[in-house]
């Protein structure tokens, strides 16, 4: 497999990028669980494991990336993209969890932080409060204008509602097998495939890049708008297969 940030062939006994150092730890595409050095099938339900990107706190500080980490005494609770990364406080709504300035064309989430799985894509991960108010949406949309791709790391398993909202110039999102589900369905971007951008540009398709086949995909729950989407175009569907 590939380095999901530099395109480096990864050491297959280490899951290490042997060119930019990043860390990969096997993540089963079934249940989500990360898996122990070696493990190639889930003991816990048979999962095949695939390597998801695994960060450090200050990686993912670096790549503008924020986790919320909600834990209490000892226990971890389920880690979402969004928020902030203390969750002792439980503080997590209204706090964007993509804050790199300027925002990188090619945004890569990672499927673990320090060795946990990392479950899903808040709602506010690219865009809070205001943001989502029509009349400041094309405010948004200019400063989401330069993310072209988003490639989110095997493991990770659910999109919410909101997800991707306001990604005015996403071309490409690359998703894992491990997805089970995808809420987040483009209604922001296309409405009735009528011009939203506020500039008279109507948005160019996205394709979604699958690393699964197809029938692998009717597994993943979208909405019916989503299933609109793809026919009229809007979403092309690109399935990598396993
Ligand atoms: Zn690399
Ligand atoms: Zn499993």
Known sequence: MKCELCFGELDAETLR?????????????????????????????????LPGLDMTRQGLTEAGIKCFMPYAGDRVYDIYFGGNHDGGGWEFHNLRGY?????????????????????????????????????KQEAAFARMMQIREIVVSNGVREAFTYAFFN?????????????????YDFYDLFMDGEEVMGNGVKKTPVTIRY??????WRRVAVTSRFQDYVAMGCIKMEYLGR
């Open 17 to 49: 990028c042997p060119s930019c150092g990043a860390k990969y730890t096997p993540v089963c595409v079934n249940c989500g669980r990360a898996l122990a050095p070696g493990e190639t099938l889930c003991p816990a339900c048979g999962g095949e494991g």
């Open 99 to 135: 804050v790199r300035e300027p925002p990188q064309p090619r945004v890569v989430l990672p499927a673990l932080v320090e060795g946990r799985p990392i479950y899903g894509i808040w709602n506010e991960f690219f865009c809070v409060g205001d943001e989502f108010v029509p009349e």
């Open 167 to 183: 990604c005015a110039g996403l071309e490409t999102l690359e998703l894992p097998r491990s997805m089970v589900s995808m809420k």
């Open 211 to 216: 690393r699964g086949t197809e029938e692998d």
